[in-house]
């Protein structure tokens, strides 16, 4: 069996996330029939995590194993040829029979886009450009980033992020990943580790950043939809210790739409 690392790059807006559903398109259905076009061979890769329905991917990352025998650039550009222009194959390659995109993931970087309708530098209320709706989340309150970076410091290390999980009793605390980064089965488990997160204005959008070991479900779209509380003033910075504590989703804010979420980079070890 020859093992596959891929790295792609996706826009979610059509798709119903990244995991393989009856009737539905997925980003993981796609590139399973695509594998089929290109070898015949019938695989569902694996994600390095689940995206939900309607997030983007910078750099996912795909494992799975073929008796296919192809050259790297060749299987790269075959299923490019095969799959829908939203989903691109940045790198194919040979790796480990080891390797697992989500068992041996280390850390995840996410990012969010916000386009802020209104700033303290335009009076006039800004249009956010159909080009770019699909792909940021259109703010319409004005956002201070100075409460939002310091907000965003308590959320750094390991803690327990019930508060930040879904809602729903059946997916709340579902992780993206079944899996700890140390490839061990442990059920669900809301103790996760922030190693950095922070805000910053790049190309004339509000961009959040974070990394970190795992994530649950929701997670990084409830925590930004509470930092936007605390940006345009209707929550105080220093409330984010009571929410982690409150281990309770109705103690955060709101979750922020899943449009403006991309999944940024997933680090491994070196070989």
């Given at each position: 069996?020859?093992?596959?690392?891929?790295?792609?790059?996706?826009?979610?807006?059509?798709?119903?996330?990244?995991?393989?559903?009856?009737?539905?398109?997925?980003?993981?259905?796609?590139?399973?029939?695509?594998?089929?076009?290109?070898?015949?061979e019938?695989?569902?890769?694996?994600?390095?995590?689940?995206?939900?329905?309607?997030?983007?991917?910078?750099?996912?990352?795909?494992?799975?194993a073929?008796?296919?025998?192809?050259p790297?650039?060749?299987?790269?550009r075959?299923?490019?040829?095969?799959?829908?222009?939203?989903?691109?194959?940045?790198?194919?390659?040979?790796?480990?029979?080891?390797?697992?995109?989500?068992?041996?993931?280390?850390?995840?970087?996410?990012?969010?886009?916000?386009?802020?309708?209104?700033?303290?530098?335009?009076?006039?209320?800004?249009?956010?450009?159909?080009?770019?709706?699909?792909?940021?989340?259109?703010?319409?309150w004005?956002?201070?980033?100075?409460?939002?970076?310091?907000?965003?410091?308590?959320?750094?290390?390991?803690?327990?992020?019930?508060?930040?999980?879904?809602?729903?009793?059946?997916?709340?605390?579902?992780?993206?990943?079944?899996?700890?980064?140390?490839?061990?089965?442990?059920?669900?488990?809301?103790?996760?580790t922030?190693?950095?997160?922070?805000?910053?204005?790049?190309?004339?959008?509000?961009?959040?950043?974070?990394?970190?070991?795992?994530?649950?479900?929701?997670?990084?779209?409830?925590i930004?939809?509470?930092?936007?509380?605390?940006?345009?003033?209707?929550?105080?910075?220093?409330?984010?210790?009571?929410?982690?504590?409150?281990?309770?989703?109705?103690?955060?804010g709101?979750?922020?739409?899943?449009?403006?979420?991309?999944?940024?980079?997933?680090?491994?070890?070196?070989?």
């Open positions: 069996m020859n093992h596959w690392k891929l790295t792609l790059s996706y826009d979610g807006t059509l798709f119903h996330g990244w995991q393989v559903q009856p009737e539905l398109p997925t980003v993981q259905g796609s590139l399973a029939l695509a594998l089929k076009y290109v070898t015949g019938s695989v569902l890769p694996q994600g390095s995590g689940r995206t939900d329905s309607g997030v983007h991917a910078l750099a996912q990352v795909t494992s799975f073929l008796e296919t025998s192809i790297p650039a060749n299987l790269q075959a299923l490019n040829r095969a799959l829908p222009p939203s989903i691109r194959i940045l790198t194919a390659e040979l790796v480990d029979e080891s390797f697992h995109a989500r068992h041996s993931a280390r850390r995840k970087t996410y990012e969010y886009r916000i386009f802020e309708r209104r700033t303290a530098a335009s009076p006039s209320e800004r249009i956010c450009s159909p080009f770019l709706a699909p792909y940021a989340w259109d703010c319409r004005q956002l201070a980033i100075e409460p939002m970076q310091e907000a965003s410091k308590y959320l750094c290390g390991t803690h327990d992020f019930t508060s930040f999980a879904a809602s729903d009793p059946e997916r709340g605390l579902r992780e993206e990943e079944s899996d700890d980064a140390n490839g061990k089965a442990h059920g669900p488990n809301p103790v996760k922030l190693l950095q997160a922070g805000w910053a204005h790049e190309d004339g959008l509000l961009v959040y950043r974070v990394t970190g070991s795992g994530f649950l479900h929701h997670m990084v779209r409830n930004v939809g509470t930092l936007a509380d605390v940006g345009r003033g209707s929550l105080a910075v220093d409330e984010i210790p009571r929410i982690l504590a409150a281990r309770n989703r109705t103690a955060a709101p979750t922020a739409p899943a449009c403006g979420l991309f999944l940024h980079s997933v680090e491994y070890d070196p070989v």
